[in-house]
C-alpha cells in the first residue's frame, strides 16, 4: 500500500486536476500512485502506522464529490483494497465488471443530498452501484436529496436472527447429524426451493403490509419474537399496491425458504464469551450454549421490486436532470412519486423477509421439538435473541455537525447497531445496546456485537454485516473443488447438509475475508463492542 498519507483530519479538497474522465464511471485515469495521494490514514504522526483502521477519501478522488468517503480496515483488509485499486489503475478503468470498492464509495458521496460522509464498513467489496458495506445518509429535508436501490441491494431486508436454547453442546454431541438432518428436512432450500407453510395470494398481500403481525396472528411467531426484532417486524409505510404482479407472483411461492448462495441455516454453539453482562442478558452467557442461526432474505420478491424500481428511476433520473458518476448509482428524488413508491414496495419487500425469517424460525422450532421429544420449543426455550437487517433504508434522527436532522440512511452489506438508551431497541436491552448479528462464512465462526455511542456518532450507528467476500463467484468455482470444501468442513466436526454441492465453492471460506479480522476492525474502531463468539457445529445451505 504506497504512499498513504497519515493524518489527524479528514483532508481538505482537491480537483480533478486536468486529467480525463470517463462520465459514464465516475472514473479519472491516474496512475495508482497518484490515486493513494487522495486516501488519507487517520492518526497522528507520533502514532505507528497500525494504530488506525480509518482511512478518508479526500474531495476530488472522482469527480463532484459532495462529501469526503471514509473506510474502516485493518493492516490485513486494507491490501484487498489497494490491489483492487491497483489492478484498477493498471487497466486504465477499462478492465469491466465493477469498479473498486474504493472508487464506489467516493461516487456514492457525489449523489445529491448525502450528508457527512460515504462510509465503508470492514467488508467491504464491490457491488451493484453501493459498494457492499456501504453506507450513506441523505437529509429528508433537501428538496434534491435521492433514494438508491443500488444502496440497499437486491435482496431486500436480507438478515440474520439468532435464536438461543437451554441445551449445551453436550446434548447434541452424540447426534448432531440427525439433529442437522432434521433441520434440513424441515426448512426447504435451494434455488427454486418452494416453501410448505400454506400461503394464499390474500395471505401474502396481509404479510406485504403488516409483516411480523402476519406471522403472529397466523400462529407461526411468538409474541416476544417480534420485541427482539427491528422494527418490531414490520415497516409501516409498506404499500402492497406499489409492488408489482411479477414481483408478487415470485414471492407467493417462496415463503418460509432458505434459498441458495450464501444463506444458511446453523446450528451454533457459544465458543468464547467476551462481555459477560451483555450475553447473559441475551441468555447466551454460558459457554457451549447451543443456538441456531438463519440468514436468508426477501427472495425473489425483493429482487423483482428493485429491478422495477431500477427502470422507473432511470426515467426519473431524465426527467429531472439528476447526473451521477455510475450508471449503477440509479436513483430518484426521495419526496418523488418513484422515491415514494419505491420506499413503498421496499418497505413490502423487508415486511416479506420478516415473514419468511419468522416462518423458518417456526420450522426450526419444529425441527428441534421433533427430535429432543418435547412437546413444545418452549420446553427449549427457543427465544430469538435477535433479528437484523442488512439491506435496507430507514428514516432515522441522527446528529449532523450539531443538528438533529431526520436522515434516509441506506445500509447495503451493513448492520444497523444502535447505542445504550436508544429508544429504537428493546427494553430488555436498553443497558448493553442493540444487538448485532455478524454471521461468517461457511463452516466459520460467527460474532455477537452491541452498538456504541461511537459508531453513533461516526457511522449512523452503523457496522460491519459479515465476512465480506474476497474472491469472486466465478473466480471460487473455477479454483476450488465441491469435494475439498465438502471434506474440510467434516474434519472439523462438522455435520453439512447442502441442496446443491457443486455450489458451496462460491461459499466456501477462502472465498471470503476473514471475519474475524472484520469484527475485530469494527471494535478497534468503536463503531461496535465484541460480546460472544459462536462456532458452527451443523450447516444447511441451498
Not at 150 to 172: A, H, K, M, Q, Y
Not at 235 to 261: C, E, F, I, N, W
Not at 356 to 374: D, G, I, P
Request: charged residues 20%; contains cysteine.
Amino acid at each position: 500500500m504506497p504512499r498513504v498519507t497519515s493524518s489527524s483530519s479528514s483532508g481538505g479538497g482537491g480537483g480533478a486536476g486536468g486529467v480525463g474522465f470517463a462520465a459514464s464511471r465516475g472514473t479519472v485515469v491516474r496512475t495508482y500512485e497518484e490515486e493513494c495521494s487522495y486516501i488519507t490514514k487517520q492518526g497522528l504522526p507520533s502514532l505507528s502506522p497500525s494504530s488506525s483502521v480509518t482511512f478518508d477519501i479526500r474531495l476530488g478522488f472522482v469527480p463532484n464529490m459532495r462529501v469526503p468517503g471514509r473506510f474502516f480496515v485493518n493492516e490485513r483488509l486494507s491490501s484487498l483494497m489497494f490491489e483492487e485499486l491497483q489492478q484498477h489503475a493498471k487497466t486504465g478503468g477499462s478492465g469491466g465488471g465493477f469498479l473498486p470498492a474504493v472508487k464506489q464509495i467516493a461516487n456514492v458521496a457525489a449523489l445529491p443530498g448525502i450528508v457527512k460522509h460515504s462510509l465503508a464498513m470492514p467488508d467491504v467489496h464491490s457491488g451493484y452501484g453501493f459498494a457492499i458495506g456501504n453506507v450513506a445518509a441523505f437529509d429528508m429535508n433537501d428538496p434534491q436529496a435521492v433514494v438508491s436501490p443500488g444502496g440497499v441491494g437486491f435482496d431486500i431486508n436480507c438478515g440474520v436472527r439468532l435464536l438461543r436454547t437451554n441445551l449445551l453442546e453436550r446434548d447434541i454431541e452424540h447426534d448432531k447429524e440427525a439433529l442437522c438432518q432434521s433441520l434440513y428436512d424441515h426448512i426447504p432450500v435451494g434455488v427454486g426451493s418452494q416453501g410448505i407453510i400454506p400461503t394464499t395470494a390474500s395471505d401474502l398481500e396481509e404479510a406485504l403490509e403488516t409483516g411480523m403481525d402476519w406471522s403472529l396472528r397466523e400462529g407461526y411467531a411468538w409474541v416476544e419474537d417480534k420485541e427482539h426484532c427491528e422494527e418490531a417486524g414490520r415497516m409501516l409505510t409498506a404499500d402492497p399496491l406499489k409492488v408489482s404482479a411479477r414481483a408478487k407472483k415470485r414471492g407467493l411461492p417462496q415463503m418460509g425458504t432458505l434459498g441458495a448462495g450464501n444463506h444458511y441455516a446453523e446450528i451454533q454453539v457459544v465458543d468464547e464469551v467476551y462481555d459477560e453482562v451483555a450475553a447473559r442478558k441475551m441468555g447466551i452467557g454460558r459457554k457451549g450454549t447451543v443456538c441456531v442461526m438463519i440468514h436468508s432474505g426477501s427472495r425473489g420478491l425483493g429482487h423483482q421490486v428493485a429491478t422495477d424500481a431500477l427502470t422507473a428511476m432511470e426515467r426519473a433520473m431524465t426527467r429531472d436532470g439528476i447526473m451521477t458518476n455510475d450508471r449503477q448509482l440509479a436513483c430518484a428524488r426521495i419526496q418523488s412519486q418513484e422515491g415514494q413508491d419505491y420506499l413503498a414496495s421496499m418497505s413490502c419487500a423487508a415486511n416479506y423477509a420478516w415473514v419468511n425469517r419468522s416462518s423458518m424460525t417456526f420450522l426450526a422450532r419444529q425441527a428441534f421439538a421433533k427430535h429432543f421429544k418435547v412437546d413444545s420449543a418452549e420446553d427449549l426455550d427457543m427465544h430469538v435473541v435477535y433479528d437484523v437487517s442488512h439491506n435496507i433504508a430507514k428514516v432515522e434522527e441522527h446528529e449532523v455537525d450539531g443538528v438533529m436532522k431526520t436522515l434516509l440512511v441506506h445500509r447495503k452489506g451493513s448492520t444497523r447497531a444502535f447505542p445504550p438508551h436508544h429508544p429504537s431497541i428493546p427494553v430488555d436491552y436498553q443497558l448493553i445496546g442493540q444487538p448485532v448479528l455478524i454471521g461468517g462464512t461457511m463452516g466459520t465462526c460467527s460474532y455477537v456485537l452491541t452498538g456504541t455511542d461511537k459508531g453513533m456518532a461516526t457511522t449512523f450507528g452503523s457496522t460491519c454485516h459479515g465476512a465480506g467476500r474476497a474472491r469472486s463467484r466465478s473466480s471460487s468455482r473455477a479454483k476450488l473443488d465441491y469435494t475439498d470444501v465438502l471434506a474440510n468442513l467434516r474434519t472439523k466436526g462438522i455435520s453439512i447438509r447442502v441442496a446443491s454441492p457443486k455450489l458451496v465453492m462460491e461459499e466456501a471460506p477462502e472465498s471470503y475475508k476473514d471475519v474475524t479480522e472484520v469484527v475485530n476492525t469494527c471494535d478497534r474502531a468503536g463503531i461496535s463492542k465484541t460480546v460472544v463468539k459462536l462456532r458452527p457445529v451443523g450447516v444447511v445451505k441451498g
